[in-house]
């Protein structure tokens, strides 16, 4: 049976007209100049009941604004892409101030200045929006969390943002009554320092009210500052290996997450000289900060919002439960002083000891064990480039390197890891055993092996025991 035919109206064109006009007068008067493209300012007209979705996508176009401003932006709130006011009240300006203000401390930024401008705006006697010409207010407010250094993730909540209009903070100027109309103009500036705050500030924090279902569903991590990541758990590990063992490399792909590309990707990322970059070999002592969740999870260097741009050491070490110190020391002969006042002045807990697996170890591997061992450091060995290495050859070189180990001025007994059960059966026995570890930086074998003891690795040592001792101070450069 043939369905009947709907047939729609069509709408009569002046009262097509009439619903247009009644739509758009609303937002016809013009307050600032249009919206660019570039540069570091953005409008916004309001923000309510953003999902988490969404307050991805405003973190970008906000990381992009700083990064346009050069740190930092100008956010003009209640105000059209075109321009016109979008006659909010102040009750929509400060939720929407909120939200960016939250965005922008999860971005290392803070609230340089808040302004409310009323007066501009006002209805006339048939109810209609009219401009009036020089009459505009400008008051500038406190911001929610001000620059953010007296106050915890903790504090972020409705009592705290309660308290802020009913302790009398407001001027007297501001009218917060429903139908003045109301913009506001916010300046963020990014502070590139972990002293920001104790925690970051997480977009689901923001979001919590509008996707419960998302959050309920994201692990929850124990509360950690970076004061307690960069001391308590905190473990340094110094770098050693011969000139061609590939430790800028693995220091790299294990700060990064990401693998080598057989060329030198991974080393020239944390390489700071000309000269480091053109020869490929280290020159000077360096500290690169490798970040873990608490959960065990490596937290790579790529900054996620930022795409062509690495995370800071600050950035790292906020979202870090459990920081490890890698140094990296140089590996010729030519500059064995730099690594042995590396190793001597560097408070290292463990030592990772590379060995090339397609050559035999040479003397100064040999020369690398001794110092590690003669200043009580715990040796762990890696293993390189086992990607394309012939099984003779890798046999050979893990032979001489267990003459090495059980040599009499060395004394460690190999302990070849391979499983997750190796690492918890070593752990705590590494005064006589000395583990060792196979890993390609290219292929990625081994290397998740690697991260996980790092992890497990306990701290050795105390240094908060060593407050009653008299004053020291190293001096590590001089320019």
Do not use: W
């Not at 609303?26 to 309510?48: A, C, F, T």
Request: glycine share 6%; proline share 4%; charged share 30%.
């Amino acid at each position: 049976m043939k369905k009947p035919t709907t047939i729609i109206k069509p709408m009569d064109k002046e009262e097509k007209l009439k619903k247009f006009q009644e739509a758009s007068a609303k937002r016809l008067i013009s307050v600032v100049d249009p919206e660019k493209e570039d540069g570091n300012m953005e409008y916004k007209r309001q923000l309510h009941n953003c999902s988490g979705e969404r307050l991805e996508k405003l973190k970008t176009q906000m990381s992009y604004r700083l990064d346009e401003g050069r740190g930092s932006c100008v956010y003009r709130i209640g105000v059209e892409d075109d321009g016109c006011h979008s006659l909010l009240d102040y009750k929509a300006c400060k939720e929407t101030a909120k939200t960016l203000e939250l965005l922008a401390r999860s971005l290392n930024a803070v609230v340089l200045e808040l302004k409310m401008i009323q007066g501009e705006v006002k209805k006339n006697d048939d109810g209609k929006p009219v401009k009036l010409d020089g009459t505009a207010e400008e008051v500038v407010v406190p911001s929610m969390f001000g620059n953010g250094k007296d106050l915890s993730q903790n504090d972020f909540d409705d009592e705290h943002e309660e308290k802020v209009e009913t302790d009398g903070n407001l001027p007297k100027e501001l009218k917060i009554d429903s139908g003045v109309y109301t913009r506001a103009e916010m300046t963020f500036q990014r502070i590139e320092t972990h002293l920001l705050d104790p925690s970051p500030v997480s977009l689901s924090k923001i979001g919590k009210e509008n996707a419960k279902a998302d959050i309920a569903s994201k692990p929850k991590e124990p509360a950690n500052s970076v004061a307690d990541a960069l001391s308590k758990r905190n473990i340094r590990v110094a770098v050693v290996g011969n000139v061609d063992a590939g430790k800028s490399t693995m220091i790299g792909t294990l700060t990064s997450s990401l693998l080598d590309d057989g060329r030198g990707s991974s080393r020239t990322s944390i390489m700071k000289h000309r000269h480091e970059i053109e020869s490929g070999r280290t020159s000077t002592s360096s500290t690169h900060l490798m970040g873990f969740r608490s959960t065990g999870e490596a937290i790579g260097a790529k900054d996620n919002v930022r795409v062509n741009r690495r995370k800071t050491e600050d950035e790292v070490a906020k979202e870090s439960y459990r920081v490890i110190s890698l140094m990296d020391l140089a590996g010729h002969e030519k500059y064995l002083k730099t690594t042995i006042h590396g190793v001597a002045s560097g408070m290292a807990d463990y030592a990772l000891i590379l060995v090339n697996s397609r050559h035999n170890p040479t003397h100064m591997t040999h020369h690398h064990l001794n110092l590690c061992v003669s200043f009580g450091i715990q040796v762990i060995i890696v293993f390189t480039k086992i990607d394309g290495c012939p099984d003779h050859a890798f046999k050979t070189s893990k032979s001489e390197v267990t003459k090495l180990l059980k040599a009499p001025d060395i004394g460690k007994m190999p302990f070849e890891i391979k499983s997750e059960q190796d690492i918890e059966k070593v752990m705590g026995k590494m005064n006589t055993l000395a583990p060792m570890i196979t890993t390609s930086c290219v292929t990625g074998q081994g290397i998740d092996l690697l991260q996980k003891m790092l992890f497990a690795l306990p701290k050795r040592r105390k240094h908060e025991k060593k407050v009653e001792r008299p004053f020291e101070f190293l001096v590590e450069d001089i320019f």
